[in-house]
């Protein structure tokens, strides 16, 4: 009976790993270091795992937006560019974010982990049209 378990557990693991290598591949054939991610609120408790996840885990291009303190944690989880919102106006930040994402086309996608409203009226204004 326990050589029947181990058997189909080497079947079942067989089959995962060849799920897997084929996962893999699609990763592969699909840019994904050509998308770009905006995070409001990067250097907060929920901001700065989004960042780890979309820079490390997904490879994802991170353009961070946070207050100055916040800068060195932001580069540190992996983040390309760090936006200071208090140095910006709204139609500069919209202007920064559209010059440094995708040659001038604005974000693939908006992260927003803050609770301010504002927060998000912005994060519609940096998508792609």
Known sequence: ?????????????????QYMRKAKDLRL????YLLTVVISSAGGGLGHLAVQ???RAMGFRVIAINGSSKE???????VEEFLN????????????IKKIANNGRRA????????ANK?????LKFLKP
Do not use: D, I
């Open 1 to 17: 009976m326990a050589c029947r378990r181990m058997q189909h557990m080497s079947v079942m693991s067989r089959e995962r790993r």
């Open 29 to 32: 054939l699909h840019p994904w």
């Open 53 to 55: 996840y979309a820079s």
């Open 72 to 78: 060195a944690l932001c580069k540190e989880c992996g």
């Open 85 to 96: 919102f208090m140095q910006h106006t709204n139609e500069e930040l919209e202007a920064t």
């Open 108 to 115: 693939n996608a908006v992260l927003v982990v803050s609770a």
């Open 119 to 123: 927060s998000y009226e912005q994060g």
